[in-house]
Nanobody, 124 residues
Framework: QVQLVESGGGLVQPGGSLRLSCVAS??????????MGWYRQAPGKQRELVAT???????NYADSVKGRFTISRDNAKNTVYLQMNSLKPEDTAVYYC????????????????WGQGTQVTVSS
């Protein structure tokens, strides 16, 4: 079994910042070999990939968040983070953590390991 638990969501004003955390447990050991990704889904929208980080630490971002969001990981804590700065109303969504694979020069491939999601609402 694999469990991913997100936290850190909430209500924030436009221009504000928020840091999301995702803690992995269960049969996802060693954590360090997995690529990790953050997805988000707004009402009536498709789930979209926001950011990924490989086991080697390489990162990729959706164009919509590039320059504002930063994904990072702490393997000692089995945790991946998403630092969100300069938040906009269009960032409002449920954010999900995912474990997957991302071979060199390849797209992120999600595994069926998802968190429960954490709500981020950006509103004045």
């Amino acid at each position: 079994q694999v469990q991913l638990v997100e936290s850190g969501g909430g209500l924030v004003q436009p221009g504000g910042s928020l840091r999301l955390s995702c803690v992995a447990s269960g049969n996802i050991f060693p954590f360090s070999i997995y690529a990790m990704g953050w997805y988000r889904q707004a009402p009536g929208k498709q789930r979209e990939l926001v950011a990924t980080i490989t086991s080697g630490g390489s990162t990729n971002y959706a164009d919509s968040v590039k320059g504002r969001f930063t994904i990072s990981r702490d393997n000692a804590k089995n945790t991946v983070y998403l630092q969100m700065n300069s938040l906009k109303p269009e960032d409002t969504a449920v954010y999900y953590c995912n474990a997957g694979h991302q071979p060199p020069n390849s797209d992120y491939r999600p595994l069926d390991y998802w968190g429960q999601g954490t709500q981020v609402t950006v509103s004045s």
